[in-house]
T-cell receptor, first 112, second 113 residues
Framework: GDSVTQMEGPVTLSEEAFLTINCTYT??????LFWYVQYPGEGLQLLLK?????DKGSNKGFEATYRKETTSFHLEKGSVQVSDSAVYFC???????????FGTGTSLTVIP | DTAVSQTPKYLVTQMGNDKSIKCEQN?????MYWYKQDSKKFLKIMFS???????INETVPNRFSPKSPDKAHLNLHINSLELGDSAVYFC????????????FGSGTRLTVV
């Protein structure tokens, strides 16, 4: 069945460091891919998405490219800030639209 | 202006009690969901519901039951609460079942003592 695997955390970075959070997926057909962010004490918010191969989703300085050849959707940011400290979830929606799968979440802490 | 709102935000109750968590969305979405997030931040789908179909995760105890008075509301009722039910519960909605992403509520932190 469809699934998402993301790197385990926690991840701790210094401010202005480069961030990569790996996400790979298994799916039949042509899924849509998402990154959600959960700030402390809040619900999940959609950060970015990509609906087809080679699409790049971007928002708030974060980027992720839908790589069908490597079945990956890695999240990157060139220079993290303390305010980026949160839990990040990779997610997949099957091409039939009736299943949604979340990764296990990666906790990021950015220190000044 | 809140898109998906849940109440209460915090709920502390004793074992054996029955409680409900309410969820409302004003986005006009046709599908709503309940998720449980454990202490390790792992998200588990509990239910998805639209005006045609209720899909229940078969691992969810039947003490949990969703109730939808209309398309904009999906409440979660829990009978005979147990210590292991302590978690954060999130309501979410989407326009088409999962295809364009979900909008989440801010969560209800349930503590069973």
């Amino acid at each position: 069945g469809d699934s998402v695997t993301q790197m385990e955390g926690p991840v701790t970075l210094s401010e202005e460091a480069f961030l990569t959070i790996n996400c790979t997926y298994t799916a039949t057909g042509y899924p849509s891919l998402f990154w959600y962010v959960q700030y402390p004490g809040e619900g999940l918010q959609l950060l970015l998405k990509a609906t087809k191969a080679d699409d790049k989703g971007s928002n708030k300085g974060f980027e992720a490219t839908y790589r069908k050849e490597t079945t990956s959707f890695h999240l990157e940011k060139g220079s993290v800030q303390v305010s980026d400290s949160a839990v990040y979830f990779c997610a997949l929606s099957g091409d039939t639209g009736n299943q949604f799968y979340f990764g296990t979440g990666t906790s990021l802490t950015v220190i000044p | 202006d809140t898109a998906v709102s849940q109440t209460p935000k915090y709920l502390v109750t004793q074992m054996g009690n029955d409680k409900s968590i309410k969820c409302e969305q004003n986005l006009g979405h046709d599908t709503m969901y309940w998720y449980k997030q454990d202490s390790k931040k792992f998200l588990k789908i509990m239910f998805s519901y639209n005006n045609k179909e209720l899909i229940i995760n078969e691992t969810v105890p039947n003490r949990f039951s969703p109730k939808s008075p209309d398309k904009a509301h999906l409440n979660l009722h829990i009978n005979s609460l147990e210590l292991g039910d302590s978690a954060v519960y999130f309501c979410a909605s989407s326009q088409i079942q999962g295809a364009v992403g979900y909008t989440f509520g801010s969560g209800t932190r349930l503590t069973v003592v």
